[in-house]
Protein backbone atom coordinates (compact mmCIF):
# COMPACT_ATOMS: atom_id res chain seq x y z
CA UNK A 1 0.00 0.00 0.00
CA UNK A 2 1.82 3.82 -1.31
CA UNK A 3 2.24 6.10 0.92
CA UNK A 4 0.82 9.92 -0.02
CA UNK A 5 3.80 11.83 -0.21
CA UNK A 6 4.32 14.93 1.57
CA UNK A 7 4.57 18.55 0.39
CA UNK A 8 8.46 19.86 -0.04
CA UNK A 9 11.33 18.15 0.31
CA UNK A 10 11.90 15.32 3.08
CA UNK A 11 14.88 17.22 4.76
CA UNK A 12 12.53 19.85 5.78
CA UNK A 13 11.55 20.69 8.97
CA UNK A 14 8.26 21.66 10.57
CA UNK A 15 8.17 22.57 14.23
CA UNK A 16 5.17 19.95 14.78
CA UNK A 17 4.22 16.87 13.55
CA UNK A 18 1.08 14.34 15.12
CA UNK A 19 1.10 10.69 14.58
CA UNK A 20 -1.91 9.22 14.89
CA UNK A 21 -1.43 5.48 14.04
CA UNK A 22 -4.63 3.68 12.92
CA UNK A 23 -5.94 0.00 12.40
CA UNK A 24 -9.64 -0.85 11.13
CA UNK A 25 -10.51 2.91 12.43
CA UNK A 26 -12.59 4.04 9.08
CA UNK A 27 -15.25 5.51 11.40
CA UNK A 28 -12.70 7.55 13.17
CA UNK A 29 -10.40 9.05 10.63
CA UNK A 30 -12.71 11.86 9.44
CA UNK A 31 -13.67 13.37 13.34
CA UNK A 32 -10.22 12.85 14.63
CA UNK A 33 -8.83 14.81 11.71
CA UNK A 34 -10.97 17.33 11.83
CA UNK A 35 -10.74 17.79 15.79
CA UNK A 36 -6.94 17.83 15.63
CA UNK A 37 -6.80 20.54 12.78
CA UNK A 38 -9.18 22.12 15.31
CA UNK A 39 -7.09 22.07 17.97
CA UNK A 40 -4.45 23.94 16.36
CA UNK A 41 -5.71 26.47 15.02
CA UNK A 42 -4.35 28.51 17.55
CA UNK A 43 -0.61 26.91 16.50
CA UNK A 44 1.89 29.94 15.26
CA UNK A 45 4.37 27.48 14.13
CA UNK A 46 3.85 24.85 10.56
CA UNK A 47 2.61 21.43 11.20
CA UNK A 48 1.70 18.29 9.66
CA UNK A 49 -0.20 15.47 10.65
CA UNK A 50 1.05 11.74 9.83
CA UNK A 51 -1.96 9.15 9.43
CA UNK A 52 -0.22 5.68 9.91
CA UNK A 53 -2.47 2.84 8.37
CA UNK A 54 -1.03 -0.16 10.08
CA UNK A 55 -2.81 -2.69 7.20
CA UNK A 56 -6.59 -1.88 7.59
CA UNK A 57 -8.82 -4.82 6.23
CA UNK A 58 -11.53 -1.64 5.97
CA UNK A 59 -11.90 1.39 4.58
CA UNK A 60 -9.49 3.54 6.70
CA UNK A 61 -7.12 3.56 4.02
CA UNK A 62 -9.22 5.27 1.62
CA UNK A 63 -10.82 7.90 4.32
CA UNK A 64 -6.91 8.52 5.15
CA UNK A 65 -6.47 9.08 1.33
CA UNK A 66 -9.14 12.02 1.02
CA UNK A 67 -8.47 13.80 4.33
CA UNK A 68 -4.97 14.23 2.92
CA UNK A 69 -6.69 15.41 -0.43
CA UNK A 70 -8.53 17.89 1.35
CA UNK A 71 -5.90 19.40 3.24
CA UNK A 72 -2.20 19.11 1.93
CA UNK A 73 -1.12 19.20 5.84
CA UNK A 74 -2.43 15.51 6.20
CA UNK A 75 0.17 12.92 5.11
CA UNK A 76 -0.84 9.33 4.80
CA UNK A 77 1.55 6.24 5.06
CA UNK A 78 0.24 3.03 4.27
CA UNK A 79 1.73 -0.13 5.59
CA UNK A 80 1.69 -3.33 3.81
CA UNK A 81 0.22 -5.23 6.45
CA UNK A 82 -0.76 -5.12 9.97
CA UNK A 83 2.87 -4.89 12.15
CA UNK A 84 1.11 -3.22 15.23
CA UNK A 85 1.25 -0.40 17.18
CA UNK A 86 4.24 0.36 17.49
CA UNK A 87 6.08 -0.41 14.69
CA UNK A 88 3.34 1.53 13.23
CA UNK A 89 3.73 4.53 15.32
CA UNK A 90 7.46 4.31 14.64
CA UNK A 91 7.00 4.24 10.97
CA UNK A 92 5.20 7.15 11.73
CA UNK A 93 8.07 8.39 13.89
CA UNK A 94 10.33 8.01 11.10
CA UNK A 95 8.77 9.56 8.30
CA UNK A 96 7.68 12.71 10.44
CA UNK A 97 9.60 16.19 10.03
CA UNK A 98 8.80 18.07 12.81
CA UNK A 99 11.25 19.38 15.72
CA UNK A 100 8.47 18.11 18.28
CA UNK A 101 6.34 15.10 17.56
CA UNK A 102 3.08 14.16 19.24
CA UNK A 103 2.08 10.72 19.37
CA UNK A 104 -1.96 9.64 19.72
CA UNK A 105 -4.15 7.09 19.46
CA UNK A 106 -6.83 7.19 16.60
CA UNK A 107 -9.80 5.85 18.26
CA UNK A 108 -10.93 8.90 19.05
CA UNK A 109 -10.35 8.53 23.04
CA UNK A 110 -7.07 10.78 23.14
CA UNK A 111 -8.28 14.28 23.20
CA UNK A 112 -6.08 16.59 20.60
CA UNK A 113 -7.26 19.48 23.06
CA UNK A 114 -4.22 18.44 25.11
CA UNK A 115 -1.71 19.14 22.46
CA UNK A 116 -1.45 22.69 23.45
CA UNK A 117 -1.00 22.14 26.79
CA UNK A 118 1.76 19.19 26.37
CA UNK A 119 3.44 21.84 23.69
CA UNK A 120 3.56 24.27 26.61
CA UNK A 121 5.29 21.82 28.68
CA UNK A 122 7.91 20.30 26.93
CA UNK A 123 8.62 24.17 26.42
CA UNK A 124 9.60 24.22 30.39
CA UNK A 125 13.12 22.44 29.67
CA UNK A 126 11.99 18.51 28.73
CA UNK A 127 12.15 16.13 26.41
CA UNK A 128 8.96 13.69 26.85
CA UNK A 129 5.81 14.93 28.48
CA UNK A 130 3.41 12.34 28.83
CA UNK A 131 -0.12 12.23 29.42
CA UNK A 132 -1.82 11.16 32.52
CA UNK A 133 -5.66 9.48 32.08
CA UNK A 134 -6.66 10.35 35.65
CA UNK A 135 -10.47 10.02 34.24
CA UNK A 136 -9.85 7.10 32.09
CA UNK A 137 -13.07 6.14 30.41
CA UNK A 138 -12.71 2.31 29.93
CA UNK A 139 -13.84 -1.06 30.79
CA UNK A 140 -12.56 -1.21 34.75
CA UNK A 141 -11.54 -5.49 34.88
CA UNK A 142 -10.16 -5.73 31.04
CA UNK A 143 -8.68 -2.64 30.68
CA UNK A 144 -8.07 -0.65 34.16
CA UNK A 145 -7.11 -3.02 36.17
CA UNK A 146 -4.52 -5.03 34.52
CA UNK A 147 -3.07 -1.71 33.21
CA UNK A 148 -3.01 -0.51 37.30
CA UNK A 149 -0.40 -3.28 37.49
CA UNK A 150 1.36 -3.34 34.70
CA UNK A 151 2.21 0.24 35.70
CA UNK A 152 3.74 -0.67 39.12
CA UNK A 153 5.41 -3.29 37.89
CA UNK A 154 6.47 -1.15 35.08
CA UNK A 155 7.77 1.47 38.23
CA UNK A 156 9.47 -1.11 40.29
CA UNK A 157 11.24 -2.87 37.46
CA UNK A 158 12.33 -0.11 35.82
CA UNK A 159 12.53 3.36 38.40
CA UNK A 160 11.01 5.53 36.21
CA UNK A 161 7.98 7.38 37.86
CA UNK A 162 5.43 7.84 35.21
CA UNK A 163 1.73 6.42 36.43
CA UNK A 164 0.34 5.52 33.40
CA UNK A 165 2.94 4.41 30.55
CA UNK A 166 0.35 2.80 28.46
CA UNK A 167 -0.93 6.38 27.58
CA UNK A 168 -0.25 7.37 23.87
CA UNK A 169 -0.79 11.04 24.15
CA UNK A 170 2.85 12.33 24.48
CA UNK A 171 5.09 14.86 23.09
CA UNK A 172 8.67 14.45 22.41
CA UNK A 173 11.40 16.16 21.25
CA UNK A 174 13.07 14.94 17.29
CA UNK A 175 16.39 14.37 18.96
CA UNK A 176 15.06 11.95 21.51
CA UNK A 177 13.29 9.81 18.41
CA UNK A 178 16.33 9.79 17.24
CA UNK A 179 18.37 8.33 20.47
CA UNK A 180 15.93 5.34 21.00
CA UNK A 181 13.85 1.99 19.13
CA UNK A 182 10.94 0.02 19.70
CA UNK A 183 9.90 -2.99 18.65
CA UNK A 184 7.07 -5.48 19.56
CA UNK A 185 4.61 -3.98 22.07
CA UNK A 186 7.78 -1.09 23.75
CA UNK A 187 5.35 1.87 22.91
CA UNK A 188 4.39 1.50 26.79
CA UNK A 189 7.88 1.43 27.55
CA UNK A 190 8.63 4.78 26.14
CA UNK A 191 9.56 6.69 29.10
CA UNK A 192 11.82 3.80 30.44
CA UNK A 193 13.85 3.92 27.40
CA UNK A 194 13.71 7.47 27.13
CA UNK A 195 15.38 7.68 30.19
CA UNK A 196 18.20 5.29 29.94
CA UNK A 197 19.68 8.03 27.71
CA UNK A 198 19.09 11.02 29.54
CA UNK A 199 16.16 12.73 28.44
CA UNK A 200 13.97 14.93 30.99
CA UNK A 201 10.78 13.17 31.82
CA UNK A 202 6.99 14.54 32.89
CA UNK A 203 3.91 13.84 33.36
CA UNK A 204 0.48 15.68 33.05
CA UNK A 205 -3.19 15.13 33.24
CA UNK A 206 -4.86 14.72 30.03
CA UNK A 207 -8.50 14.07 28.63
CA UNK A 208 -9.96 10.43 28.03
CA UNK A 209 -13.04 9.60 26.25
CA UNK A 210 -14.89 6.28 25.86
CA UNK A 211 -14.69 4.80 22.17
CA UNK A 212 -17.05 6.18 20.29
CA UNK A 213 -16.89 3.83 16.85
CA UNK A 214 -15.33 0.68 16.45
CA UNK A 215 -13.74 -2.05 18.81
CA UNK A 216 -10.78 -2.10 20.80
CA UNK A 217 -7.93 -4.05 19.93
CA UNK A 218 -6.47 -4.64 22.60
CA UNK A 219 -7.56 -6.86 25.40
CA UNK A 220 -6.35 -9.46 28.64
CA UNK A 221 -4.55 -11.65 26.21
CA UNK A 222 -2.21 -9.22 25.99
CA UNK A 223 -0.56 -9.19 29.29
CA UNK A 224 1.27 -11.97 28.55
CA UNK A 225 3.24 -10.12 26.13
CA UNK A 226 4.02 -6.84 27.82
CA UNK A 227 5.09 -9.20 30.95
CA UNK A 228 7.64 -10.91 28.10
CA UNK A 229 8.90 -7.04 26.53
CA UNK A 230 9.07 -5.73 30.16
CA UNK A 231 11.59 -8.74 30.74
CA UNK A 232 13.68 -7.67 27.72
CA UNK A 233 13.53 -3.53 28.44
CA UNK A 234 15.02 -4.55 31.74
CA UNK A 235 17.83 -6.36 29.81
CA UNK A 236 18.25 -3.54 27.75
CA UNK A 237 18.17 -1.02 29.86
CA UNK A 238 20.32 -2.16 32.78
CA UNK A 239 22.47 -4.54 31.07
CA UNK A 240 23.03 -3.70 27.10
CA UNK A 241 26.38 -2.05 28.31
CA UNK A 242 27.80 -4.84 29.96
CA UNK A 243 26.36 -7.72 28.91
CA UNK A 244 28.58 -10.13 30.84
CA UNK A 245 27.42 -8.44 33.81
CA UNK A 246 23.55 -9.51 33.48
CA UNK A 247 24.43 -12.96 32.33
CA UNK A 248 27.04 -13.32 34.99
CA UNK A 249 24.27 -11.98 37.79
CA UNK A 250 21.91 -14.92 36.08
CA UNK A 251 24.69 -17.61 36.42
CA UNK A 252 25.57 -16.83 40.21
CA UNK A 253 22.44 -19.19 41.39
CA UNK A 254 23.39 -21.44 38.92
CA UNK A 255 27.08 -21.24 41.12
CA UNK A 256 25.27 -21.39 44.22
CA UNK A 257 23.73 -24.69 43.28
CA UNK A 258 26.72 -26.40 42.24
CA UNK A 259 28.42 -25.78 45.47
CA UNK A 260 25.33 -27.02 47.29
CA UNK A 261 24.99 -29.65 45.40
CA UNK A 262 28.48 -30.40 45.82
CA UNK A 263 29.21 -30.38 48.81
CA UNK A 264 26.00 -32.85 49.70
CA UNK A 265 27.58 -34.83 47.84
CA UNK A 266 30.81 -34.78 49.81
CA UNK A 267 28.92 -35.10 52.72
CA UNK A 268 26.61 -38.23 51.29
CA UNK A 269 30.25 -39.84 50.45
CA UNK A 270 31.60 -39.15 54.42
CA UNK A 271 28.39 -40.39 56.69
CA UNK A 272 25.75 -42.31 54.02
CA UNK A 273 26.49 -46.17 53.88
CA UNK A 274 28.56 -47.27 50.75
CA UNK A 275 25.55 -48.08 48.18
CA UNK A 276 24.15 -44.53 48.93
CA UNK A 277 27.26 -42.83 48.30
CA UNK A 278 27.72 -44.14 45.24
CA UNK A 279 24.57 -43.04 43.79
CA UNK A 280 25.19 -39.56 41.19
CA UNK A 281 21.93 -37.65 41.99
CA UNK A 282 24.23 -35.01 44.13
CA UNK A 283 27.30 -35.25 41.72
CA UNK A 284 25.10 -35.30 38.47
CA UNK A 285 22.72 -32.36 39.76
CA UNK A 286 26.21 -30.28 41.06
CA UNK A 287 27.80 -30.93 37.16
CA UNK A 288 24.67 -29.48 35.65
CA UNK A 289 24.30 -26.49 37.59
CA UNK A 290 28.05 -25.94 37.09
CA UNK A 291 27.74 -26.86 33.27
CA UNK A 292 24.58 -23.54 32.98
CA UNK A 293 26.36 -21.11 34.47
CA UNK A 294 29.58 -21.86 32.26
CA UNK A 295 27.39 -22.00 29.40
CA UNK A 296 25.87 -18.21 30.63
CA UNK A 297 29.17 -17.00 31.25
CA UNK A 298 30.26 -18.02 27.78
CA UNK A 299 27.31 -16.45 26.64
CA UNK A 300 28.21 -12.82 28.55
CA UNK A 301 31.87 -13.46 26.94
CA UNK A 302 30.28 -13.89 23.17
CA UNK A 303 27.74 -11.07 23.82
CA UNK A 304 30.82 -8.75 25.08
CA UNK A 305 32.74 -9.54 22.18
CA UNK A 306 29.88 -9.01 19.17
CA UNK A 307 29.46 -5.48 21.33
CA UNK A 308 33.83 -4.17 21.13
CA UNK A 309 33.02 -3.49 18.14
CA UNK A 310 29.82 -1.19 18.10
CA UNK A 311 30.87 0.40 21.06
CA UNK A 312 33.43 2.73 19.25
CA UNK A 313 30.58 3.94 16.68
CA UNK A 314 27.55 3.30 19.31
CA UNK A 315 26.04 6.72 20.26
CA UNK A 316 26.26 5.83 24.43
CA UNK A 317 26.82 9.68 25.76
CA UNK A 318 23.75 10.79 27.27
CA UNK A 319 21.78 14.04 26.12
CA UNK A 320 23.90 16.98 27.79
CA UNK A 321 22.41 20.47 28.07
CA UNK A 322 24.86 23.44 28.41
CA UNK A 323 24.04 26.10 30.86
CA UNK A 324 24.74 29.93 29.68
Known sequence: ???IPSEGPATDRLDLSVVAPLYNESQNVDPLVEWILEALVGYPGSFEVILVDDGSRDDTWGRVAAASARDPRVQGLGLGRNVGQTAAMMAGFDHARGRVVVSLDGDLQNDPRDIPALLAKLDEGYDLVCGWRQQRQDKFLLRKVPSWVANRIIR?????Q?????????????????RISLYAEQHRFIPALSASVGARITEMPV?????????SKYGISRTAKVLVDLLTLKMITTFRSRPLLGF???AAPMVAGALLFAAMAAVAAARFVPSKAQALVFPGAALLCAGAAFYLLMLGLVAEV????ERESANEIPTAWEVR
Open 1 to 3: MPS
Open 156 to 160: RLTGV
Open 162 to 178: ITDNGCSLKAYRRDLLD
Open 207 to 215: RHHARRFGE
Open 248 to 250: GTL
Open 306 to 309: ALNS
